[in-house]
């Protein structure tokens, strides 16, 4: 049985503000748990139900604290409706001192994309079509928001997720790559030549890129859809995410 303060910490780590005081995040559900093993994060603990972990204890690597937990309390310390058998508490990387250079291979950036559902879908596309980097502004959600870890499906282990200030980077890199945005209005998509390396940028869910970005875009692009036959009562836009991978299938390409 957990003790309240025990409850009350993980219970905390729903909070941003909680998780960069401690510097640990949430992960949630087998297949993610079940992960995290393999990566190169640190494992503070893990709090399951006695049936996981008799058949995953002697995988859970030594040194990190291990809870048995009944359901009622697995249910207060969870940020799901419906829990996973199984969380864990988890070490935040250390930030990258400053962003690298692109110089090769696709890349998403993502200015103000603040779902968290969307920004977790993003990082689980890229990983499907082997992107291995995501580029975030300052005001896109956190990724390790506990809704963005578990919408990433154990995917944010396996691509580089950055935030930069975007004007800066995209001065940066003028010039090397091209450098691709997502707008409602631009030359349509599968009419352009799908090229080998580029940054993709998406924009807020409601207000798509910012002006200052969007003035360092050079070429804009457009999935064209229904209202561009006509129909008055058509979808005004895609959500974030599905834009997103659409772009991520058509640039990947071999």
Known sequence: MLSHSQIKYVQSLQQKKFRRQHGVFVAEGEKIVGELWAGNLSVEG???????LETHRLVIPQGVDVYEVSEKDLERISGLKTPNRVLAVVRMPEPPSETRPHHEGLAVVLDQVQDPGNLGTIIR??????????????????????????????????????YTPLVPFLESVSGSVPVYGAFLE??????IKAEAKG?????????GISTEVAA??????????????????????LNASVAAGILMAWFSRK
């Open 125 to 162: 596309t890229a990983d499907w079509f082997g992107i291995g980097r995501v580029i975030c502004s300052l005001d896109t959600a956190e990724v390790f928001s506990p809704k963005v870890v578990q919408a990433s499906m154990g995917s944010f282990l396996r691509v580089e997720v950055v």
């Open 216 to 237: 360092l875009i050079q070429k804009r692009v457009s999935i064209h859809g229904g209202r561009r036959g006509g129909q008055a009562d058509a979808a005004e836009s």
């Open 186 to 191: 631009g030359d349509e998509l599968f009419g």
């Open 199 to 207: 940054l993709l940028v998406i924009g807020n869910e409601s207000k």
């Open 46 to 52: 893990v709090y399951a139900l006695s049936g996981w």
